[in-house]
């Protein structure tokens, strides 16, 4: 009997087991499709956000491009007399092509033989040019590069709608790159221009050109880096970059947004190719805008001008002015009689802001004093020896020779030979360079010194060792004698008839 309750139970079991059995699979089967479903779900949804992305670029292509034309550049070329015979003028072209380019011109009968365009073989022969252009007002105003029209005998733009219009070039700009022209239209698709200002590194940028002579073409990539200068393209920089592909035919097209505003105008990329490498430039929309509207009015650019030499802080100079941070400019010199002296700046001042401002860096403060009218009224704050001062200033006007200098002071053994200015080769050499027979001339750097990584040169003039003028090699060496190079010393230099500061300090 004990077997058989045992058997039985056994047989319960076994039922109860299989009967579980029979039953999961529909469960399972249902779960697995819930699953399956939810994850439907969420791919869809995930593929209309995706979609909704693509709709706005599509949309900001749809709104921007028929605002956007292709620039072409005509230059007329001048005949060059090669061992008596004509041969066109042909500048940058030589610069591409060579010795080939000539071979070319000679086969095709330039060579003062009856050639293309008769004899002599001038007949014709043109240079010409392509960029963008990006309309910036209903009655035919354009704005693009410089470096586009530049030189140009005909500027000519053609439109979204294939029209081709003659082009007059209002203004140019070369320090910034900007030129505005202007055609006879009326009721043009005129692009909205945004604000620069605001951008953040990481936003979504479009770009819309003519590269390579295909015209309408539209790319994309983000705004890579703000406030990109000494790149050696501009006087003037502050470039938005952008890794949005832009190529040769681009230059003066239009940098969007997603919200289809103009927010920089396409000028240069870096490339060892010659191509796209992922890194562009644009002039920040804000900037364009600001020379266009002077274009326009007045047909050329007045600066501001202040009148100083400047430079960027290391953290030894800052130390040596016991100045906290890096952030500011550093005036080295002030130009006599210009309007920072007359306004009460001096040598050894940090700029920290200017016309409410905070300054960061030298590039920043040419920036702001060149987009100031000359004759307007500045507040610049600031500090000297320990306190912040606020001083009024009004700005000059910049003229082509006068610029507010740059320059670099690099920190870190001393490796000269020092020359007093008599003689020949002392003060009469350099009182017209402004020394006034003040200072000691460097006669030589020994490479790798501490005075060479600091960045004098033969030829510099050693005006001062701390705060103490030195009129002699004697002077120089008893106020040496005075500091601690461990610590570091500052010296006052004269260089290309400017003052800067450097900063010797010993590595031990």
């Known amino acids: ?156 733009v053609k439109l979204f709608t294939g029209k081709t219009l003659a082009a007059k070039v209002v203004g140019a700009d070369a320090k910034t790159d900007v030129a505005v022209l202007k055609v006879d239209a009326n009721e043009l698709s005129a692009a909205h221009l945004g604000d620069s200002d605001k951008l953040e590194v990481g936003e979504w940028a479009i770009a819309v050109g003519s590269p390579m002579g295909l015209e309408q073409t539209v790319t994309a990539g983000i705004i890579s880096a703000k406030g990109r200068s000494n790149m050696g393209i501009a006087d003037y920089e502050d470039f938005l970059q952008t890794d949005a592909a832009i190529n040769p035919g681009n230059s003066g097209g239009p940098l969007v947004n997603l919200k289809g505003e103009v927010i920089g105008i396409n000028t240069a990329i870096a490339s060892r190719s010659g191509g796209n490498m992922g890194i562009g430039f644009a ?39 016991k100045f906290e941070g890096t952030d500011g400019v550093l005036v080295s010199d002030v130009t006599k009689a210009g309007p920072a002296e007359k306004g009460g700046l001096k040598s050894g001042d940090i700029v920290t802001r200017f016309d409410g401002r905070k300054i960061e860096h030298v590039n920043q403060l040419r920036n702001l004093v060149a987009s100031e009218a000359p004759g307007k009224k500045v507040e610049v704050e600031v500090y000297r020896e320990g306190a912040t001062q606020k001083l009024s200033i009004e700005l000059g006007r910049m003229d082509e020779t006068a610029a507010e200098g740059g320059g670099k002071a ?35 750097v020994e490479p790798g010194s501490i005075a060479d990584r600091a960045g004098l040169a033969q030829g510099n003039v050693i005006v001062s060792v701390g705060r103490r003028p030195v009129n002699s090699v004697e002077d120089f060496q008893d106020e040496m004698a005075r500091q601690d190079l461990s610590q570091g010393v500052r010296l006052q230099v004269r260089a290309d008839e400017m003052l800067r500061y450097v900063f010797l300090k010993s590595e031990k």
């Open 410 to 444: 690099e920190a870190e053994e001393l490796g000269l030979t020092l020359e007093n200015l008599g003689g020949e080769n002392g003060a009469r050499r350099y009182a017209d360079r402004g020394t006034r027979g003040r200072g000691v001339r460097v006669a030589e």
């Open 1 to 156: 009997m004990r077997l058989k309750r045992v058997a039985g139970v056994l047989v319960l079991m076994s039922a109860l087991v299989a009967g579980v059995f029979v039953v999961a699979p529909p469960l399972v089967s249902k779960i697995v499709y819930a699953a399956g479903a939810g994850e439907a779900q969420v791919a869809h949804e995930q593929l209309q956000q995706a979609n909704a992305i693509s709709q706005a670029f599509q949309n900001v292509a749809k709104a921007v491009r028929p605002s956007v034309v292709s620039v072409t550049s005509v230059k007329k070329a001048t005949p060059i007399r090669t061992h008596g015979r004509a041969m066109p003028d042909t500048n940058g072209l030589q610069e591409f092509f060579g010795d080939d380019l000539n071979r070319f011109l000679q086969r095709r009968g330039f060579d003062g033989s009856a050639g293309p365009g008769g004899p002599g073989g001038m007949g014709g022969m043109e240079q010409r040019g392509l960029g963008t252009g990006v309309i910036v007002s209903p009655d035919g105003y354009v704005l693009t590069n410089n470096h586009v029209v530049d030189g140009a005998d005909t500027v000519s």
């Open 283 to 321: 002039i920040p929309i804000n900037m364009a805008r600001e020379i266009m509207d002077k274009l326009i009015s007045k047909g050329h650019v007045d600066r501001g001008w202040l009148g100083v030499g400047i430079q960027n802080l290391s953290e030894d100079l800052a130390r040596s002015f």
